[in-house]
């Protein structure tokens, strides 16, 4: 199984100051059709999971420019050029490149300083 | 607007069963895979099982495979998960996603195995 491997846990982030989470896969995440479906989402508390990148860098319909998705092979980046209040909560990374079984990250959990 | 709504989800002991269902609207159900994802109160996001367009394909993780089995019914545009011999590490909020890609996700119902 391909194990996704998110850093950092925490991170506690001033509003108006960016912020990059990382995820890295235990193999490359390229898949043999050339595409690499790695996604991220965002969950609020008390919300469900919502989709903000697909395949790698990608921006879901309404997602705010703010975020930005990047990487290769196993190396991926979760960017927020300014953190508003709106966006602290749980992000993860998922793969399905090598399914089943689809894996996700441990979550990064995004607060307020 | 896409919509799932679960349900089913409640409070039963280790060894008994649950089915759960999500009522999806809002998109063409018969042609979409679906899946299931849940999360233990506090954790992560773990992914269940996930069931193929016209459901002629299963899959399943292997913590539930042998007691979980997933459907859907494209008629009632419907997914559905039975779930048997329940353990206490079954215990979190079931998720059903559109997709194999997690398109959209309902809010969730809450699974509670405890004696």
């Known amino acids: 199984d391909v194990v996704m491997t998110q850093s950092p846990l925490s991170l506690p982030v001033t509003l108006g100051q960016p912020a990059s989470i990382s995820c890295r896969s235990s193999?490359?995440?390229?898949?043999?059709?050339?595409?690499?479906?790695l996604h991220w989402f965002h969950q609020r508390p008390g919300q469900s999971p919502r989709r903000l990148i697909y395949?790698?860098?990608n921006r879901d319909s309404g997602v705010p420019d703010r975020f930005s998705g990047s990487g290769s092979g196993t190396d991926f980046t979760l960017k927020i050029s300014r953190v508003e209040a709106e966006d602290v909560g749980v992000y993860y990374c998922m793969q399905n490149t090598y399914w089943p079984p689809l894996t996700f990250g441990q979550g990064t959990k995004v607060e307020i300083k | 607007e896409v919509q799932l709504l679960e349900s089913g989800g409640g409070l039963v002991q280790p060894g008994e069963s649950l089915r759960l269902s999500c009522a999806a609207s809002g998109f063409t159900f018969s042609s979409f895979s679906m899946s299931w994802v849940r999360q233990a109160p506090g954790k992560g996001l773990e992914w269940v099982s996930t069931i193929l367009e016209s459901g002629e394909r299963t899959y399943y993780a292997d913590s539930v495979k042998g007691r979980f089995t997933i459907s859907k019914d494209n008629s009632e545009s419907t997914l559905y998960l039975q779930m048997n011999s329940l353990r206490a590490d079954d215990t979190a909020v079931y998720h059903c996603?559109?997709?194999?890609?997690?398109?959209?996700w309902g809010l969730g119902t809450l699974v509670t195995v405890s004696a």
């Open positions: 395949k790698v860098s």
């Open positions: 193999q490359s995440l390229v898949h043999s059709d050339g595409d690499t479906y």
């Open positions: 996603a559109k997709g194999v890609w997690g398109d959209n």
